[in-house]
C-alpha cells in the first residue's frame, strides 16, 4: 500500500542570538524536506532528498516520520528551550544548526545550506508566502470576530430572554401565592365561622340543659315540702286523737 504524499508548508521568523533574524521556509514531504533561508539580501537553500534524511535517522535510531516530525517542530516555530545557529561554512554555504534534549541528554542537528542561484527568487517566494498567510491570517480574524460578534449577540439575546423569563416566573409566583393566600384566608374565615357557629349551638344546648336541671330541683323540693306538710298534719292529728282517748 503507496502513502499518499502529504505536502506541509511553515515559515519561521528565527531570532538568533548575536545575529540578525532570518526567515527560514519549509516545505515538509513524507520523506524528505526542503528549506529556503533568507536575511533579506542573500539566501540559502537546503534540499534534504530521501536518502540523506533516512540516513541521519538511522544515525539517530529514529523511523524517518519521526525524524521528519521533530524537524519540523523545531523549524516550524522557534523553540525556547532550544539553541539555534546559522553559522558560516565552506563555499558562501551557511549551517543551519539546533539543539534539543533526548533523555536527559542535550543533541544538536545541522543542516548544510547552499548559496541560491537566484537570491531575488527565494527571498520574493519567502514573502509572498508571509503575506499569503498573513492574508489567511487576517481573513480568520475577521471570520472569528464576527463569529464572536454573533455569539456575543446571542449570548445577549438570550441574557435578555432569560430575564425576562426570570420576571415572568416571579411575576406567575407572587400571584400564585396572592390567589394562595386569599383562598387560605377564606378557608379560614369559614373556619373560624363553623367553629363560632358550633360554639353557640353548644353554649344553647348546655343552657337548655341547666334550666332543666333546675327546674327539676324546683319541682322535687316541691314536693317534699308538701310531704312534709301533710306529714305533720298527720301527727298532729293523731295527737290530738290520743288525747280524746284519755280525757274519756
Not at 521568523?13 to 539580501?41: C, M, Q, Y
Not at 516520520?65 to 545557529?85: C, P, W
Amino acid at each position: 500500500m503507496v502513502e499518499s504524499e502529504k505536502t506541509k508548508h511553515t515559515c519561521l521568523r528565527l531570532e538568533i542570538s548575536g545575529a540578525d533574524p532570518i526567515f527560514v521556509k519549509g516545505t515538509w514531504h513524507n520523506s524528505h524536506f526542503d528549506i529556503s533561508v533568507t536575511d533579506g539580501s542573500s539566501s540559502w537553500i537546503c534540499n534534504a532528498t530521501e536518502e540523506e534524511v533516512a540516513e541521519r535517522a538511522a544515525q539517530w535510531d529514529q523511523p524517518v516520520s519521526e525524524y521528519l516530525e521533530l524537524a519540523e517542530r523545531y523549524l516550524g516555530f522557534q523553540q525556547s528551550n532550544s539553541v539555534y545557529g546559522f553559522s558560516d561554512a565552506l563555499e558562501g554555504s551557511k549551517r543551519l544548526s539546533w539543539t534539543f534534549e533526548k533523555e536527559g541528554t542535550k543533541l544538536e542537528w545541522r543542516w548544510k545550506c547552499k548559496p541560491s542561484h537566484d537570491s531575488k527568487k527565494i527571498t520574493v517566494g519567502i514573502l509572498d508566502f508571509l503575506m499569503e498567510a498573513n492574508i489567511r491570517l487576517s481573513e480568520e480574524v475577521v471570520n472569528k470576530t464576527r463569529s464572536f460578534e454573533k455569539m456575543k449577540s446571542e449570548a445577549e439575546r438570550c441574557l435578555a430572554q432569560g430575564e425576562k423569563l426570570c420576571d415572568e416566573k416571579t411575576e406567575f409566583e407572587n400571584a400564585t401565592y396572592a390567589k394562595f393566600l386569599s383562598v387560605l384566608n377564606s378557608k379560614k374565615a369559614k373556619l373560624r365561622a363553623l367553629r363560632d357557629k358550633e360554639d353557640s349551638v353548644r353554649a344553647v344546648a348546655e343552657e337548655e340543659s341547666t334550666d332543666k336541671a333546675e327546674s327539676f330541683d324546683s319541682g322535687r323540693s316541691d314536693n317534699e315540702q308538701s310531704e312534709e306538710e301533710a306529714s305533720k298534719k298527720a301527727s298532729s292529728s293523731k295527737a290530738r286523737g290520743r288525747k280524746r282517748a284519755v280525757r274519756s
